[in-house]
């Protein structure tokens, strides 16, 4: 039995991360999850495959286009196998200027047909694992020629189940209609949730979602708290629309500003207590397990993430016990 929830691990120390995934596995949630910004998402997951038994793990997201096709599965190969079957393996195309800037992925044109190239190649090669086919593919993004790739050992299983992560519709449809399901992202709001997901929700596709979640008693901090998480990824072009969408496009534009005066506390005075509440589920036990009802009619999976951005990491592994505390079955 498990309590249908998964948890993000904030990747703040590793020390954290054993924190919160052995908690998690005792207190039986469904599911533990890694990010991939500061650090690389694979590492992580093979750290926590080696210290749980049952959780099942995952990514939320790892970068799809840094690695190439066959680098990026055969780390997900290993990783599945390590866990004994348990991994979760959400990809995402990242946001524009971090693969162009950070990583030198100058060629980003086309995102939604660059992913859907990325997983025809993936299965290609998982196929090619039973068969034992070579593979010659080519298309507008990828040129494949794997002759010889013969791994002396079976994958844990014949394929891995993935889920797409993104925020435009080309994206949203593309997960549903190419991958194993969606996975949203903390600006997924209940409105975004109702007008472009749950159109695509069917029963055979999973969809599971990042929520902000800041559970205290005290319900002002609870949302003073959760300001800087939201303020930062408000930075973000790509995720835009979701705040336009709920009347904050004065909000993310006066927050961009200050993040690039470098001022924390001036993007966060510019997150008002009704995008807070508009993007996280905030307050007391009772109020926070009220709200997150209202998610569970469209996703089958809420990920809990704690606040986690401009906030001291004590105070962080607080919000992180608070909700392994309030959802333990």
């Known amino acids: 039995m498990n309590n249908k929830l998964g948890i993000i691990l904030d990747p703040n120390s590793f020390q954290n991360i054993n924190h919160v995934i052995t908690k998690a596995e005792k ?16 590492e992580q997951l093979a750290y926590i495959a080696s210290i749980t038994k049952k959780i099942k793990i995952g990514s939320a997201v790892t970068l799809a286009f840094t690695r190439s096709p066959l680098s990026t599965l055969r780390s997900a190969l290993d990783i599945d196998e390590l866990s004994n079957g348990r991994f979760l393996f959400g990809i995402g195309s990242g946001a524009i200027n971090t693969n162009r800037k950070w ?29 034992g086919e070579d593979i010659n593919y080519q298309d507008c993004y990828n040129t494949i020629e794997l002759k010889g790739f013969r791994r002396p050992f079976k994958p844990q299983r014949q394929e891995i189940p993935i889920y797409l992560a993104g925020i435009g519709p080309k994206m949203v449809k593309t997960a549903f209609t190419e991958f194993n399901g969606y996975l949203g992202h903390v600006v997924c709001s209940l409105d975004y949730l109702k007008k472009y997901i749950q159109p695509f929700r069917n029963n055979l596709k999973s969809t599971k979602s990042i929520i902000l979640c800041s559970i205290n008693n005290d319900k002002k901090k609870a949302i003073n708290d959760a300001r800087g998480t939201i303020a930062f990824y408000a930075t973000v072009k790509a995720y835009s629309k979701p705040f336009i969408d709920l009347g904050f496009e004065n909000n993310i534009n006066e927050i961009r500003k200050e993040f690039f005066n470098n001022n924390p506390k001036g993007m966060m005075d510019n997150v008002s207590d009704e995008m807070v ?24 999976l809420p990920i809990l993430t704690a606040p986690h951005y401009y906030l001291e990491k004590e105070i962080v ?11 333990k079955v």
């Open 27 to 42: 207190f039986n949630f469904h599911s533990a999850w890694v990010t991939e910004l500061y650090r690389s998402s694979f």
């Open 103 to 131: 990583h030198g992925m100058e060629d980003f044109d086309n995102p939604s047909e660059r992913i859907k190239s990325f997983i025809k190649i993936t299965r290609k090669i998982e196929e090619s694992l039973t068969s």
């Open 277 to 300: 509440t508009s993007f996280s589920i905030v307050g007391s036990q009772t109020e926070v397990s009220d709200k997150l009802e209202e998610y569970k009619k469209y996703l089958d």
């Open 317 to 327: 592994e607080e919000y992180q016990d608070n909700i392994l505390e309030t959802f």
